[in-house]
């Protein structure tokens, strides 16, 4: 069927957006969230950044955005936000935390042992001396271990005990 409905103007999506952040985030404390809001929020940011690529309000609402596509069991659409944001959004302030959370994300949502390896791998590269690079490193060497999350824990436990002695 074909629409004549007209896209709703900047403003108007914009307006959109946020009425659904704030009903996001008034579910924050409660144990369910509204994952139809959340979905059609994802969409209408999706449609925001392809329309008004330029936008200085863009690249923050991917970001904020790929949060909520993780929190509702979307992690690749997270990925692809985080993504965005790092191939088309070189000067955005938290360009270093959406290299981070995309490989964080590869790793702990999506499962991409080889995917999240190449993402810390970036982020470690391009942010040595960043405040995260230390726990991307802990992260990488964790992956990379062939351990599961029980076997690192008893050895960081039996690795605790015997400095105490």
């Known amino acids: 069927a074909c629409s004549t409905e007209q896209e709703p103007s900047k403003d108007k999506l914009r ?19 509204d994952t139809g809001s959340a979905v059609t929020l994802i969409g209408k940011v999706e449609s925001y950044a392809s329309r008004f690529p330029q936008d200085s309000m863009t690249p923050h609402l991917l970001f904020r955005n790929a949060d909520v596509a993780r929190g509702i069991g ?13 191939r088309e959004y070189r000067d955005f302030p938290k360009l270093a935390e959406a ?7 590869a790793d702990n949502n999506l499962e991409d042992k080889d995917l999240a390896d190449q993402y810390y791998r970036a982020f470690i590269r391009a942010y ?3 405040r995260m690079t230390k726990d991307a490193k802990l992260l990488l060497e964790v992956l990379n271990s062939g351990k ?18």
């Open 15 to 33: 307006e959109e957006i946020t009425a659904l952040e704030q009903t996001l985030l008034q579910q924050a404390d409660t144990p369910t969230i």
């Open 74 to 86: 979307q992690p690749q659409q997270a990925i692809d936000m985080y993504s965005q944001v790092v």
């Open 99 to 105: 290299m981070f959370f995309r490989a964080f994300t």
């Open 128 to 130: 040595p001396d960043h």
């Open 148 to 165: 599961t999350p029980n076997e690192l824990i008893r050895e960081f436990q039996e690795k605790q005990k015997n400095e105490g002695e």
